[in-house]
Nanobody, 125 residues
Framework: QPRLAESGGGLVQAGDSLRLSCAAS????????MGWFRQAPGKEREFVAA????????YYADSVKGRFTISRDNAKNTGYLQMDSLKPEDTAVYYC??????????????????WGQGTQVTVSS
């Protein structure tokens, strides 16, 4: 099974940008759709964005549409989440995810086959 390792989290101010990375190992990265979820304290894990195996199809939660961009580089076995115009409500642990289904199926946790350990993103006001 693939091992997913997130990096790039940190503490930023509102309006700043961050880019998260998800490095995959153990299996061929291009065999999986991938996505990002987040979980804030006291809240359920929620969908952020997903991308198809070849990167041709993307989906976003309404709360991040227009601010976040998901992408992948299959040659590097790495996925990315570019986060711009960050808001305090974006504060959460961000998880990388991979699945055997379509990018659309990644929008719910039941569509996820593998999870990373998470990286903390904190946005101060």
């Amino acid at each position: 099974q693939p091992r997913l390792a997130e990096s790039g989290g940190g503490l930023v101010q509102a309006g700043d940008s961050l880019r998260l990375s998800c490095a995959a190992s153990g299996r061929t990265f291009m065999n999986y759709a991938m996505g990002w979820f987040r979980q804030a304290p006291g809240k359920e894990r929620e969908f952020v964005a997903a991308i198809s195996r070849n990167g041709g199809t993307t989906y976003y939660a309404d709360s991040v549409k227009g601010r976040f961009t998901i992408s992948r580089d299959n040659a590097k076995n790495t996925g990315y989440l570019q986060m711009d115009s960050l808001k305090p409500e974006d504060t959460a642990v961000y998880y990388c995810a991979a699945g055997y289904g379509t990018a659309q199926s990644m929008a719910v946790t039941s569509g996820i086959d593998y999870w990373g350990q998470g990286t903390q993103v904190t946005v101060s006001s």
